[in-house]
């Protein structure tokens, strides 16, 4: 099984933040922008919103005299000694204030040795996080995050995973015929998240993008109750937007 290789602006955000972290780490005792500028090739209005991001992240600082150096959070996630923990209470900070920002229930989920796994989630008692009434490794053809995890797979390991695990009507507008479903993957840009209209639970309304970290597949979701179905869209704009933290996290 290998995995489709199709950038997303999230992606390339990563990249070019990666860029401004190196380049901020070499330069021990601070960097000013002028000269991050010069060293990684980025314009200033680029420059200056990364530069943002990091610093709400608390991946870089920045001093008094303006100059810029590596912050708590890199340092954290730099060290081998506790990064899993490091890694999983960052992400879950960044789940949790992008739960309140949206409105929504928001999941962290990836695909490993062949099955969908949703490995965070952040939710409240405004904010309910579906009620998994059927087993998400079961239930990827109907689900925003299947479907999304689905997409970054080639045509042979969706495929695979189909024929594992058999589509199943699960409410009226699940997708139970393998060919549809594999056509409607094949065309799913990756830059357009992924829905999930009632397919998997009645009265439940969900929404997913790539999130792609290294050779597993990976992806964030939410899930709103169907009477906010008309901030479904919006919402989803909103995961888009703020998937690059995450990634970035993923990729340190």
């Known amino acids: 099984m290998a995995l489709r290789h199709e950038p997303t602006a999230s992606y390339h955000s990563v990249q070019d933040a990666l860029r401004v972290l190196e380049t901020v780490a070499r330069h021990t005792t601070g960097v000013d922008n002028t000269e991050l500028a010069r060293e990684t090739g980025l314009g200033t209005e680029r420059l200056t919103t990364l530069l943002r991001m990091l610093r709400r992240e608390a991946y870089v600082e920045q001093l008094t005299d303006g100059a810029y150096v590596t912050g708590a959070a890199f340092t954290r996630l730099g060290s081998a000694e ?21 409105g929504a229930a928001v999941y962290l989920s990836r695909y490993v040795d062949g099955e969908v796994r949703v490995t965070q989630y952040a939710d409240s008692p405004a904010t309910p996080k579906v009620n998994e009434w059927v087993d998400f490794r079961f239930s990827a053809h109907a689900t925003a995050v299947g479907k999304s995890l689905l997409t970054q797979l080639d045509h042979e390991g969706r495929r695979d995973h189909l024929a594992r695990h058999r589509p199943a009507r699960l409410t009226s507008r699940t997708i139970t015929s393998d060919r549809l479903l594999l056509s409607r993957l094949a065309a799913q840009p990756p830059t357009v998240p992924v829905l999930d209209l009632q397919e998997y639970a009645v009265g439940t309304v969900c929404a997913a993008v790539p999130l792609t970290a290294g050779s597993t597949a990976g992806c964030l979701a939410l899930s709103l109750p169907l009477e906010h179905a008309h ?22």
């Open 82 to 102: 506790g990064h899993d923990r490091a890694l999983r209470d960052k992400l879950q900070h960044t789940l949790d204030r992008l739960r309140d920002s949206v």
């Open 231 to 252: 901030r479904l869209r919006r919402a989803a704009d909103a995961l888009n937007r703020n998937a690059a933290p995450l990634l970035l996290s993923l990729a340190i």
